[in-house]
């Protein structure tokens, strides 16, 4: 009878030893330090560091090199059990400007000389565009003829790839006309530009937003602040029955729950009915 080899164990998967995670994490602090260092490769210096304090594998073994390795790369393949996400009922104070503040917000950059900041605060707030997408929206996108007073948002730029039609205000349209004259046509592709001609992208749109936030007076303004303010105003302008299901089409929601949100906030501001319970507090 043929002697049968006894088969090599297996590659365990990463978390089936009690230990492996707090393994890792020596691994990770060592990987850290070492980090740049002369000398031997990596993993042959930390698998020398482990033996060197008295750490033993798994299987109860010196450290080597690739061992060190294969037990980092079972970790990077691991799952990350991600957190929950809750999504908000209602938006809080600090989510979103009333029109009080857009005017006056307007009169401050206004004033200041701020051309470039004015026409961004006013194209997010009266479009509602996410930041990633304003970013992108081209000049050839902005439809400002007699007629026309629309941004179309194509499905390359939108957010999951469903295209729409935003409907600017005309006040809006006759102000970006003047914006791009001003700065010149030939000198811009995308709309949100740099002095140059040279694209926005996220991070220096939200930086951007961030400055107007300190010249307004208002810490903390980020780039959703301004979409959600799109969001309350068109809602509130909106009488029909069916203004929530047109707030979510110039949003771009998938899903009509998302949009319910400024439904709720707008029942919640209604300081009209608490005059009388105010009185209270006049005494």
Known sequence: MANRRKKKPGRKPYGYYADEAAVVEIIKIKRRQRKGKPGPTAWNRIAGEMN???YKTQLKKQWKAQSVKNTWLRAQEAPVKKKKKVEKTTLGPGDFLDEAEVIAARRVLKEAGEIHLLMLFEFMVGT???ASEAVRIKIRDISIRRRRCWVNVLASVAKGG???VIVIPKGLKDRISKYIDRVGRQNMDTFLARTGGAPLNYRSLYGRVVKIGKLIEIPGLHPHALRHTFAMILYNYI?????????QQQLGHQHLKTTLVYLRTAKMIKPDEMVGFGELFNV
Request: zero cysteines.
């Open 239 to 247: 009488t029909t029955p069916d203004r929530l299901e047109r707030v």
């Open 162 to 164: 469903k295209p729409r």
């Open 52 to 54: 060197a304090e008295g």
């Open 128 to 130: 509602g565009l996410r």
